[in-house]
């Protein structure tokens, strides 16, 4: 969420930090900044806030809250300034239905003037890059952006009949805000009227009783819509707002009433002056909760020495309301606390009781206030210890399987592939995949046999004798998933499951009747691949060139003293003109004389090479060597 | 050897060393163990078709979206057999998100989990175990940073970062095991404690070797097994 510092500075007594400063305390203490930007003489920071913080802190208090907290600064409670209009009795009706919102406040403010917003409501919406579209709808999105409680306001002079909160009948239709048409469904909660739908709950307002220049009376809605209704209807219908996104992160139903004060507040400082009394419909108030926690118990789940003291100077900067008693002088008043309290501190000296923040759900469980204590104390004073455990680890036979599997067929030159897991056919199918291919691999074949041709292509590149392949990974048929073996003998891909070829080839025999002796002395070393690890003597991966290669052999017969001069030549215009360093490929003594012949590979990464162009290059080649006595080109 | 083995291999084997089993797991997985077991609520946006794999004709099947599903079968396992904590798990193996693919982001790659559990297993652990880790994979003078995070089945939840070079680097993601996934296995959360955490290897591969596009892993290229 875009969090304008000058907005959270309006909410803090003492100056802030600087941007900089502040944006670190955030990063170690708090969420992820994404983005730091200046607009005009305000700083914006691009927060992503905490999934479990997403209750609280989309939005400009819940963040200046925390930052009030951690840097023991005094948050200044808007409550008391919002002017509290004077209101007159309201024939408004409110039918919510059972479970289709938890919360519904709603007011009538009449004789209200459609204007384009003060000044300072235009400003903070664009520092947080909102376009302002008139006072009325601009209010709503200041209460949303700055307490968090997304809040809207119909025409009243458009709705016929009453207000009801319900879930729409299949088929019904509507138009949104932005003239989408949407054609609803029985999972999908409205607001209606007697004619129609007014608004997709916590989505989309409709157009139906859109405000407008020409209203005069409004009805605004400040309600607590079901995360799980909202998150499949804006999901469903493919329209993703910032309400929807408060909504289906949970809020409490206690913000309404804190909204509808501010939204109030906001309309009289418009100078309206016509409001009438609130209609609330709430049937079940949130509880009251509180969570037990010790300094003990925070201190052996981070493996830290923080003191009581320290605990209660973070529980005071945020204005935790808490209790500091003894447990056992507790339980002697009531054996209830006994539940509260738990096994894990009846023997302490001294808990915490702390009750929760209304709006702070991501607060439970004592392990939470761990999390609250912890990142605020800094994870940077957690000092780094190697634990030594009295636990003997076994080896894990399936893992053992597949590095002997392996090993086996490294030691025979063999070299190991990955290829795709979902595949066009197979017996399992995903739902709903991003790409065209649903099927999960019913074999490794299809792939390893691809993988195959794709790199005979390339074998003089690799500098490889012949391609020998593998590949280790698990199939899926209707009856269960496998790890399979898969490589290829020749041009013939063999297939089997990882148990069987552990069996088929556990003895020295049956290895070397299939795949012949290791040679290890002389491995099919690939120059191609050799020659990345040269860069900067580190290895680093360097993406190949997608343009075709040229290969050019050259046969000579060499004394030691011109072969060695041969070398130097050849090295020389090999890293002048290849891609890879020339590999020697066949040499045969003849009395004192040897024949010597060497691979050169031509590759540009920045077209395809011609032969006329990879010829002008050999003749220099050519050149050097008829200057060097001693070598006969054959 | 494919690079993602190799790197895998390097991080398991510097992990066995610390004292680590490695542990395997399957790659379709019922939403149980990759969701339920783990403290993800039942709305959960991991939970959504967009994200994750469902299998088609296998209602509650999924491709798992991480090697977590090895720990709390390992822990279950642990359990029904008669043994308790303390133990240290690794889970190396490939996991599957739904998503569109680019040059950072694969609907199949590879992560390397890890648990650690006993009665006082506590953060400073985790942070040693992970210094030690990182100066053993990426050299002695890697240091490592905590910033605060959240995943259901931990609590607290911490991101961690490696300096590379002069810049910091985003590399996993970890915390203290959540009662709730201890409790599922039928661990005593109020006797045992410990840590988890999960990286990607693919990610590894771009980091300590400057790979471009992860997505050449599964090519079956051999120009990619450079190293």
């Not at chain 1, 609130?278 to 052996?300: A, L, M």
């Not at chain 1, 004073?381 to 894990?396: A, E, I, M, R, S």
């Not at chain 2, 559990?117 to 992970?130: A, D, F, P, T």
Request: include cysteine; glycine fraction near 6%.
């Amino acid at each position: 969420m875009k969090i304008s510092y000058n907005w959270l500075q309006s909410y803090i007594q003492e100056p802030l930090p600087s941007f900089a400063q502040l944006e670190e305390k955030i990063i170690f203490h708090m969420f992820e900044v994404e983005e730091v930007e200046h607009v005009g003489a305000d700083i914006v920071f691009d927060i992503k806030t905490l999934p479990d913080r997403n209750h609280d802190c989309l939005s400009h208090q819940g963040v200046a809250k925390e930052i009030a907290g951690l840097l023991g600064c005094t948050f200044k409670d808007p409550t008391e300034f919002y002017k509290i209009p004077e209101s007159s009795p309201t024939k408004l009706v409110i039918d919510m239905h059972p479970d289709t919102a938890r919360r519904y406040m709603s007011r009538i403010v009449r004789t209200v003037t459609v204007a384009p917003s003060p000044t300072w409501v235009q400003d903070h919406l664009k520092s947080i890059g909102q376009r302002s579209i008139n006072n009325i709808v601009d209010a709503t999105n200041i209460v949303m952006y700055d307490c968090g409680q997304p809040c809207h306001a119909f025409d009243l002079d458009k709705i016929v009949g009453n207000i009801t909160i319900r879930h729409a009948v299949a088929g019904e239709a509507m138009t949104t805000l932005d003239n989408k048409d949407v054609v609803l469904t029985e999972s999908d909660i409205v607001v209606a009227d007697d004619e129609g739908v007014l608004a997709l709950a916590g989505v989309k307002g409709g157009k139906k009783a859109e405000v407008d220049t020409n209203t005069k009376n409004i009805v605004v809605e400040v309600a607590n819509f079901y995360p799980n209704f909202v998150r499949k209807t804006r999901s469903r219908v493919g329209i993703f707002t910032d309400s929807a996104k408060r909504f289906e992160n949970d809020l409490s139903p206690e913000l309404c009433a804190f909204a509808m004060r501010e939204l109030s507040g906001l309309f009289v400082e418009y100078g309206f002056t016509d409001f009438e009394d609130i209609v609330d419909i709430y049937p079940h108030k949130q509880e009251k909760r509180e969570v037990v926690f010790s300094t003990g118990f925070i201190n052996k789940k981070l493996g830290t020495n923080i003191s009581d003291d320290e605990v209660e100077t973070i529980l005071k900067n945020y204005g935790y309301v808490y209790e500091k008693v003894s447990p056992k002088s507790l339980l002697e008043k009531s054996s209830d606390l006994l539940a509260l309290l738990g096994q894990t501190f009846s023997n302490s000296d001294f808990v915490y009781i702390l009750t929760v923040p209304e709006l702070r759900f991501d607060i439970a469980i004592p392990e939470d206030m761990v999390d609250e204590i912890g990142r605020v104390y800094g994870y940077d004073k957690v000092v780094p210890v190697v634990p030594q455990l009295d636990f003997v680890p076994q080896k894990n036979p399936v893992y053992e399987s597949m590095k002997n599997a392996r090993d086996i067929l490294l030691a025979r030159e063999y070299k190991e592939v990955m290829t795709y897991g979902f595949a066009d056919k197979g017996e399992v199918r995903v739902l709903n995949s991003a790409s065209n291919k649903t099927a999960l691999r019913a074999n490794l074949t299809d792939g390893v046999k691809r993988a195959y041709e794709l790199n005979k292509g390339n074998v003089a590149l690799l500098g490889l004798n012949e391609i020998k392949i593998f590949e280790i990974g698990t199939v899926f048929t209707k009856e269960k998933e496998e790890i399979h073996i898969c490589f290829n003998l020749k041009k013939e891909i063999k297939e089997m499951s990882l148990e069987e070829f552990n069996t088929m080839f556990s003895s020295e025999e049956s290895i070397l009747q299939v795949f012949g002796s290791p040679r290890f002395a002389r491995p099919d070393h690939s120059e191609y691949l050799s020659s990345f690890e040269k860069i900067e003597g580190v290895k680093k991966f360097k993406m190949w060139s997608v343009y075709p290669f040229i290969v050019r052999d050259i046969a000579f017969w060499a004394d030691e003293k011109s072969y060695e001069a041969f070398i130097a030549v050849g090295d020389s215009f090999a890293s002048k003109y290849c891609v890879v360093p020339m590999k020697m490929f066949d040499s045969f003594s003849k009395e004192d004389k040897t024949s010597y012949a060497f691979r050169f590979i031509f590759q540009s990464f920045e077209k395809t090479l011609t032969d006329a162009e990879v010829e002008v290059w050999w003749q220099e080649l050519l050149a050097d060597i008829a200057h060097i006595s001693g070598i006969t080109v054959r | 050897m494919h690079p993602l083995t190799q790197i895998t291999n390097e991080i398991v084997e510097i992990f066995a060393d610390l004292g680590f089993q490695v542990v395997l797991g399957p790659e379709l997985e019922s939403e149980e163990y990759n969701f339920d077991r783990l403290n993800f609520p039942k709305d959960h946006p991991a939970r959504d078709m967009q994200d994750t794999f469902f299998i088609k004709d296998r209602p509650g099947y999924v491709l798992r979206t991480h090697t977590s599903n090895v720990q709390t079968r390992f822990m279950e396992a642990l359990v029904q057999s008669g043994g308790k904590p303390p133990f240290a798990i690794i889970a190396p193996g490939k996991v599957f998100r739904n998503e569109a693919t680019d040059a950072t982001h694969e609907m199949q790659f590879h992560q390397v989990e890890g648990l650690m559990i006993g009665e006082q297993v506590n953060m400073s652990h985790l942070k040693g175990v992970l210094l030690d880790f990182f100066k053993k994979f990426l050299g002695p003078d890697s240091e490592i940073r905590l910033r605060p995070s959240f995943f259901p089945f931990v609590e607290p939840g911490v991101e961690v970062d490696v300096r590379v070079g002069d810049r910091w680097i985003e590399v996993l993601g970890a915390g203290m095991v959540h009662p709730h996934v201890l409790e599922a296995a039928g661990i005593d959360s109020k006797k045992y404690q410990g840590f988890a955490f999960g990286m990607g290897a693919d990610r590894f591969l771009v980091m300590k070797y400057g790979v471009t596009d992860i997505r050449l892993s599964y090519q079956g290229d051999l120009r990619f097994n450079q190293f």
